[in-house]
């Protein structure tokens, strides 16, 4: 009997089944011409799921667009796993102040499970009214010791992990500051596995954490070797996770959505006018959001832009597991998933030497995205800019997103 096996570079091979040693030679050697994350298996796993997949809007049967977001996010958010319902935390005040032309408060709230979540919201001092509002959404980094400090500023004793951190990634800017300073309310918490929602040391038998312990929280060198930790960690939590009926992304999702709940319950907040932005784990998080919840009206998804066939064949290894939402490829490619908030606006910013994903991906997600908003007839809603050097939300970048976000929460 004979077979047809398609290669990875478009080749393909025909022989025979079961026709010997020979022939399960030359089989491998045609799978096995492009390297992938499977090796041999790549070929065939890139296959499994259909393009466009099977809840896709650029499907032709889809001809209504309410219709088919309906169906499309109610499988997302059943893919997601998340926790139980439950209703909008009781954010408390710890402290406030003014600086630098900002309004300035410390907030924390408690969800059923965990450690106390830790937030800063951000507004201009002299701001009347009800504001636009962005939920700003910390970036991952590979530093599981912080979380909204990495791209808020809040006093003049800034951590040098962070500014170290905020002069690589972001220009030197306290992203989440700059665009409050632009006229809307910002909130920012940490999210799960992150700074006031990490894991303790503590809590983890003395094996798990190879016998550390935190004596001095913010000395920089016990700060990396615990995201060093946190970093070997990832797999546990996402199997244990796995083993309660959940997913990572389930989890954050819906405590982003809590947060969320936290910011468009303020009465300086206009709840019909509703952002997210955020770079890398924190684009990750927009995507998945915007996804989620309509209340987002516009979203910028920085740096976290490409394909399920992109992390399948190039690049899981360069990811975290928060990526990762097991079935949902078969009914939804990774960009479409923000997509599922059509026609509402979209902005995606891209690095054209970002080493996270590969740039023919990164451009196959822009011409999903682009086929999705032609088809909800909203081409002007969505946008994606491709910008030079490697994995980052620079200044550059963020004055194209500040401009996004005036243009389609003020108006």
Same mark, same amino acid.
């Given at each position: 009997?004979?077979?047809?096996?398609?290669?990875?570079?478009?080749?393909?091979?025909?022989?025979?089944?079961?026709?010997?040693?020979?022939?399960?030679?030359?089989?491998?050697?045609?799978?096995?011409?492009?390297?992938?994350?499977?090796?041999?298996?790549?070929?065939?796993?890139?296959?499994?799921?259909?393009?466009?997949?099977?809840?896709?809007?650029?499907?032709?049967?889809?001809?209504?667009?309410?219709?088919?977001?309906?169906?499309?996010?109610?499988?997302?958010?059943?893919?997601?796993?998340?926790?139980?319902?439950?209703?909008?935390?009781?954010?408390?005040?710890?402290?406030?102040?003014?600086?630098?032309?900002? !309004?300035?408060?410390?907030?924390?709230?408690?969800?059923?499970?965990?450690?106390?979540?830790?937030?800063?919201?951000?507004?201009?001092?002299?701001?009347?009214?009800?504001?636009?509002?962005?939920?700003?959404?910390?970036?991952?980094?590979?530093?599981?010791?912080?979380?909204?400090?990495?791209?808020?500023?809040?006093?003049?004793?800034?951590?040098?992990? *962070?500014?170290?951190?905020?002069? !690589?990634?972001? &220009?030197?800017?306290?992203?989440?500051?700059?665009?409050?300073?632009?006229?809307?309310?910002?909130?920012?918490? =940490?999210?799960?596995?992150?700074?006031?929602?990490?894991?303790?040391?503590?809590?983890?038998?003395?094996?798990?954490?190879?016998?550390?312990?935190?004596?001095?929280?913010?000395?920089?060198?016990?700060?990396?070797?615990?995201?060093?930790?946190?970093?070997?960690?990832?797999?546990?939590?996402?199997?244990?996770?796995?083993?309660? &009926?959940?997913?990572?992304?389930?989890?954050?999702?819906?405590? =982003?959505?809590?947060?969320?709940?936290?910011?468009?319950?303020?009465?300086?907040?206009?709840?019909?006018?509703?952002?997210?932005?955020?770079?890398?784990?924190?684009?990750?998080?927009?995507?998945?959001?915007?996804?989620?919840?309509?209340?987002?009206?516009?979203?910028?998804?920085?740096? *976290?832009?490409?394909?399920?066939?992109?992390?399948?064949?190039?690049?899981?290894?360069?990811?975290?597991? *928060?990526?990762? @939402?097991?079935?949902?490829?078969?009914? $939804?490619?990774?960009?479409? @998933?923000?997509? @599922?908030?059509?026609?509402?606006?979209?902005?995606?910013?891209?690095?054209?030497?970002?080493?996270?994903?590969?740039?023919?991906? *990164?451009?196959?997600?822009?011409?999903?995205?682009?086929?999705?908003?032609?088809?909800?007839?909203?081409?002007?809603?969505?946008?994606?800019?491709?910008?030079?050097?490697?994995?980052?939300?620079? $200044?550059?970048?963020?004055?194209?997103?500040?401009?996004?976000?005036?243009?389609?929460?003020?108006?």
């Amino acid at each position: 009997m004979a077979a047809t096996y398609h290669r990875s570079d478009g080749g393909s091979y025909t022989g025979g089944l079961g026709s010997g040693s020979q022939a399960s030679l030359q089989w491998l050697a045609a799978m096995s011409t492009t390297p992938n994350m499977v090796g041999a298996y790549g070929d065939w796993s890139s296959k499994i799921v259909s393009d466009p997949p099977r809840l896709s809007f650029r499907n032709a049967h889809y001809t209504q667009l309410d219709a088919w977001r309906t169906e499309a996010r109610s499988r997302y958010v059943a893919s997601l796993l998340q926790p139980p319902p439950a209703g909008a935390p009781a954010a408390r005040l710890v402290r406030r102040a003014d600086r630098d032309g900002l !309004h300035i408060e410390h907030l924390e709230w408690q969800l059923p499970y965990g450690p106390v979540t830790q937030a800063v919201f951000l507004k201009p001092a002299n701001a009347r009214g009800k504001l636009p509002a962005i939920l700003g959404l910390h970036d991952h980094g590979g530093n599981k010791y912080f979380g909204a400090r990495k791209i808020t500023r809040t006093g003049d004793d800034q951590h040098p992990l *962070m500014a170290e951190h905020q002069n !690589h990634y972001y &220009g030197g800017a306290a992203w989440a500051n700059e665009i409050a300073k632009r006229g809307f309310a910002v909130l920012v918490h =940490d999210t799960f596995m992150f700074a006031s929602r990490r894991v303790r040391l503590a809590d983890l038998p003395g094996n798990i954490r190879n016998n550390m312990v935190e004596n001095d929280p913010e000395n920089s060198d016990e700060i990396k070797r615990f995201n060093n930790f946190a970093g070997a960690h990832e797999h546990l939590v996402a199997k244990s996770l796995f083993c309660a &009926g959940l997913t990572w992304p389930g989890v954050f999702v819906w405590e =982003d959505q809590r947060a969320l709940d936290v910011l468009l319950a303020r009465e300086d907040v206009d709840a019909a006018r509703a952002g997210c932005c955020g770079l890398s784990g924190g684009g990750l998080r927009t995507v998945f959001l915007t996804g989620a919840d309509a209340r987002i009206q516009c979203s910028t998804a920085a740096g *976290m832009m490409t394909t399920w066939r992109d992390y399948l064949l190039n690049k899981c290894h360069t990811h975290t597991w *928060m990526c990762y @939402i097991p079935s949902i490829p078969r009914d $939804l490619d990774y960009p479409e @998933i923000i997509g @599922i908030n059509a026609p509402k606006p979209v902005l995606v910013l891209n690095n054209n030497e970002d080493s996270l994903f590969t740039l023919p991906e *990164m451009r196959r997600a822009d011409d999903i995205l682009k086929a999705v908003y032609a088809k909800a007839g909203a081409a002007e809603r969505y946008k994606a800019s491709f910008y030079p050097g490697p994995h980052k939300f620079d $200044l550059e970048m963020q004055k194209e997103a500040w401009s996004w976000f005036e243009r389609w929460l003020k108006a």
